[in-house]
């Protein structure tokens, strides 16, 4: 019992989780309450604010392999520190330098979009996976909890440090400037790359746990759950089927929800909703993708986080279905709230099937590989959506093809049989 209580990797997950809340909650959605005054004081056209947050995921997506190197080469808890760094040397810009477009897509794309790569999910997500192997998924659900924490707590607040600075947007950067350099000395402090550095072991304890780790096994103590002790690398990881089915499922989670959020309001006021009943149905999305990653990360150290993630990203094209049909309050409600659901339980079951096939040691580099891809394709969904409301005048035919593609991509992943490397991996 003394071993399991003084066991760091649950006040790990706290320091991770705060990190994130950061990197990712803050700068991504804190941040927008940001950009609209300033938008509005600097003359920003919506296009260029919208360029800004376009290349924030392409970069976030396309640093990931950078992200992937630094983490294998210095370790994840100085990766979180240059990518702290990065935010708030890109908030400090955002206050005292930006005046023109190219300025904002500059600071905000390229810095903050940096800091999220190095300082968010890559390096905290593949930290956890190092910590846990029977509660993993746990251990990577309330890390991902950060960022939707981040999120809803920053835009109420960034909205009252404005309004007490009477209405200087420049005060919410320095906020964002404040919590980037604590973010920095929380991941400098609190971070340990791996149990070996604490004397410790995956899952918690000494000696104790090691005897019965290996008694579990003897046993021939089985779950639905594979999980893989080796090492996978990229190269061996691209030869497998399973890996294009893992990427294709990603690529479905992730453009359905951008393309499905990027015009969720304005589709919702076409259809005759207030916009107050259009922000409450957001903020509904917003508890929903925590309860989602809740849920799946108590469920799914118990059954096969694959099958769980393809139940998952079905809810989503339903919910994307539903949104054409969402003429009365219930409709909106449901659609909204079955896409949060879905969209923060698929997240936690993406990186959780990544760590399980291919090994803690392969995530950040088998993740980092991916993330280009899928952050390319969702930067690219809500302007091709966008596109096909201006040629039609309805968002209905868009949300069908996308809906579709998201069920496509849900039964396909159901293919993706665990790999075979060589013999040692293990159902655990």
């Known amino acids: 019992m003394t071993e399991a209580r003084s066991f760091y990797g649950w006040r790990l997950l706290t320091a991770l989780?705060?990190?994130?809340?950061?990197?990712?909650?803050?700068?991504?959605?804190?941040?927008?309450?940001?950009?609209?005054?300033?938008?509005?004081?600097?003359?920003?056209?919506?296009?260029?604010?919208g360029l800004g947050t376009t290349v924030y995921i392409l970069v976030n997506g396309?640093?990931?392999?950078?992200?992937a190197r630094i983490i294998n080469a210095l370790g994840v808890r100085l990766t979180l520190c240059v990518g702290s760094a990065f935010t708030a040397l890109g908030a400090l810009l955002l206050a005292t330098w930006v005046n023109q477009?190219?300025?904002?897509?500059?600071?905000?794309?390229?810095?903050?979009?940096?800091?999220?790569?190095?300082?968010a999910l890559i390096p905290a997500q593949t930290c956890a996976t190092e910590w846990f192997e029977r509660r993993r998924v746990l251990a990577l659900a309330l890390v991902l909890t950060g960022s939707g924490l981040g999120g809803s707590i920053s835009a109420p607040l960034m909205t009252r440090i404005i309004a007490m600075a009477d209405g200087d947007w420049r005060a919410g950067w320095y906020f964002v400037l404040a919590a980037g350099l604590s973010a920095g000395l929380v991941a400098l402090f609190?971070?340990?790359?791996?149990?070996s550095d604490c004397g410790q072991v995956?899952?918690?304890?000494?000696?104790?746990?090691k005897l019965s780790r290996a008694s579990d096994h003897t046993a021939g103590a089985t779950s639905s759950v594979y999980r893989t002790r080796e090492r996978w690398s990229v190269r061996e990881a691209v030869r497998t089927p399973a890996l294009w089915l893992i990427s294709?499922?990603?690529?479905?989670?992730?453009?359905?929800?951008t393309a499905a959020l990027a015009h969720a309001v304005p589709h919702l006021?076409?259809?005759?909703?207030?916009?107050?009943?259009?922000?409450?149905?957001?903020?509904?999305?917003?508890?929903?993708?925590?309860?989602?990653?809740l849920s799946i990360g108590l469920l799914c150290d118990r059954i096969e986080p694959r099958n769980a993630w393809s139940l998952c990203i079905t809810m989503m094209g339903v919910a994307i279905w539903l949104a054409t049909q969402a003429h009365g309050a219930p409709a909106m409600f449901l659609f909204t709230g079955m896409l949060g659901f879905g969209s923060g339980a698929a997240l936690t079951c993406w990186h959780a099937t990544v760590a399980n096939y291919y090994g803690p040691g392969a995530f950040a580099s088998i993740l980092g590989a991916q993330m280009p891809f899928s952050n390319a394709v969702s930067a690219a969904a809500p302007f091709l959506v966008g596109l096909a409301?201006?040629?039609?005048?309805?968002?209905?035919?868009?949300?069908?093809?996308?809906?579709?593609?998201?069920?496509?991509?849900?039964?396909?992943?159901?293919?993706?049989?665990?790999?075979?490397?060589?013999?040692?991996?293990?159902?655990?």
């Open 17 to 49: 989780a705060a990190v994130v809340a950061v990197n990712l909650g803050v700068t991504f959605v804190g941040a927008a309450v940001i950009n609209a005054p300033m938008a509005k004081d600097l003359q920003l056209s919506r296009g260029t604010l």
């Open 202 to 209: 995956p899952d918690g304890g000494g000696a104790s746990a």
């Open 389 to 428: 409301y201006d040629a039609q005048g309805t968002y209905t035919p868009a949300f069908f093809v996308v809906a579709a593609f998201t069920v496509i991509a849900a039964i396909m992943l159901l293919g993706a049989s665990a790999p075979s490397h060589q013999p040692g991996g293990d159902r655990r």
């Open 62 to 67: 396309l640093a990931s392999p950078l992200a």
């Open 269 to 293: 006021r076409d259809l005759g909703h207030t916009a107050a009943a259009a922000a409450a149905a957001m903020g509904l999305f917003s508890i929903s993708t925590i309860a989602g990653k």
């Open 190 to 195: 609190f971070v340990r790359n791996r149990p």
């Open 248 to 257: 294709l499922a990603a690529v479905g989670e992730s453009a359905s929800s």
């Open 101 to 119: 477009g190219w300025q904002f897509v500059t600071a905000y794309g390229l810095l903050l979009g940096l800091g999220c790569a190095f300082g």
